[in-house]
């Protein structure tokens, strides 16, 4: 770094989940700039850097990115480049919400929420696929071989993420040969899907500075096991007291919660399409590999798309405060802020409209009858983002939430990456996603 200037990074994540932005010459020690310009075009560049012809848009048309100045990362890597950047809502030249913004769309719905009394408490846990040089053969799963021989490359991984300021919490070896998985601390609002973006940032700065890869594409071969991205959901009330939880009601979820998660199992074929928003996330979706294929919700079970997840109990933490559900049919293609926005917006009209709970499933839904799956109004998640995409611009709330200029520009930046991707059989999607994510 030149001595008394540094280059700082204004940043935003598009709807193919791909964090962009301009960096600016600065000054050390001078305030953060405001905003800078951008290109509303940008938003729907696909994964593979291609642009959907026509758009709206086109060649004409400028924005800002808008500076969010509590989400600065300031951090150094060992021997290596300093990082800094900040994380920026996209909006018109004056400033106006141009209805184009998925971070914008997420504080739309959390000022929803909120206006219901009601604060969501969430955290994004994310697996990838970890190679560094000399790690070797492949280890077992979960095996302490493999997070041994991480290190110490996990602990400064771990320490540059707590410098910015994610709170990680674990870093683990999974199952799958040279996969990882790292959680971090709950947090309300809309950090918890900064922090998703700026965890993979700064894991794949560091990663590719040690001379390693690190991708997060939601599978790396065909018929294996893929990397999901959970979402760790619970709702709280002003005052810090959580709602989710009541030890008489279904799974353990009050009157409220049972609402919520209703919305949620309700419009989950849409909301795959926010959440598994990739061509190859359908080829993870599958029956058997934990990552969920059915519209459903499970207590303690790894192939129910919502997940009521464990609670110690005899513990100091009451099992009220403990008491979370985890949304598993998401992953790294898709844009945080559209997966948060989305799940809330779902849970709401689950708790507007006063839904009841949905059965609970406690086996692999793929081992029921059809007839059983019928009956309690299961069925399979989209098996494609087309058909995906068919369920969104049908579900009517869905939309209204995310507003047309979003709708518009989702469909037609997924539309095109679904024709990129033509002819391309699994293992062919699996290595072009995996080079990017
Ligand atoms: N790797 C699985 C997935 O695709 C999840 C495994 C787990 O339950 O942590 O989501
Ligand atoms: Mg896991």
């Known amino acids: 770094m030149a001595d008394g200037h540094h280059i700082t990074h204004y940043l935003v994540t598009d709807l193919a989940a791909i964090t962009r932005g301009r960096g600016v010459w600065d000054a050390k020690g001078a305030p953060l700039k405001s905003g800078v310009g951008w290109v509303p075009v940008n938003q729907i560049i696909s994964p593979f850097d291609t642009i959907a012809s026509p758009n709206p848009w086109g060649s004409h048309g400028d924005c800002r990115l808008r500076t969010d100045a509590s989400t600065l990362v300031e951090l150094s890597l060992a021997e290596g480049p300093d990082l800094r950047f900040a994380l920026c809502d996209m909006a018109g030249l004056d400033g106006t919400d141009l209805g184009l913004c998925a971070r914008s769309f997420l504080r739309r719905m959390i000022a929803e929420l909120e206006a219901e009394g009601l604060y969501i408490l969430s955290s994004f846990e994310q697996e990838f696929w970890l190679d560094m040089p000399g790690s070797g053969e492949p280890t077992p799963g979960f095996s302490y071989q493999r997070a041994i021989r991480n290190e110490p490359f996990g602990a400064q991984i771990m320490t540059l993420l707590e410098q910015a300021g994610v709170a990680p919490e674990m870093l683990l070896a999974e199952f799958a040969a040279d996969q990882f998985e790292l959680t971090m601390e709950p947090s309300y609002g809309m950090v918890s899907a900064d922090r998703a973006v700026i965890s993979r940032e700064v894991v794949r700065a560091a990663v590719h500075h040690a001379g390693g890869s690190a991708s997060f594409c939601p599978l790396r071969a065909a018929g294996g096991v893929g990397s999901g991205v959970h979402v760790h959901l619970s709702l709280w009330d002003r005052d810090g007291q959580p709602l989710l939880h009541d030890p008489e009601g279904t799974g353990g979820l009050s009157i409220l919660g049972q609402a919520f998660c209703a919305g949620i199992v309700r419009h989950m074929p849409a909301l795959c399409a926010l959440t598994a928003s990739s061509v190859v996330s359908y ?111 049908a579900d009517e709330l869905l939309c209204a939430a995310l507003g047309a200029p979003l709708v518009e520009a989702f469909m037609i930046a997924k539309r095109h990456e679904i024709d990129a991707c033509a002819g391309l059989d699994a293992d062919a999607l699996c290595r072009r996603y995996a080079a990017i994510y």
Do not use: K
């Open 283 to 393: 080829e993870r979706l599958q029956p058997h590999r934990w990552s969920s294929a059915y519209t459903c919700m499970g207590d303690r079970n790894r192939e129910a798309t919502l997940r009521i997840c464990p609670v110690v109990t005899g513990g100091s933490t009451p099992v009220e405060r403990q008491f979370n559900v985890e949304y598993r049919a998401a992953d790294a293609t898709a844009n945080p802020y559209l997966v948060l926005g989305a799940l809330i917006a779902a849970g709401l009209d689950g708790i507007r409209s006063g839904m009841t709970a949905p059965p609970l499933v406690n086996c692999d839904p793929s081992e029921l009858p059809e007839a059983e799956l019928a009956r309690r109004g299961i069925e399979r998640l989209p098996q494609s983002l087309g058909e995906a995409l068919d369920r969104l611009v």
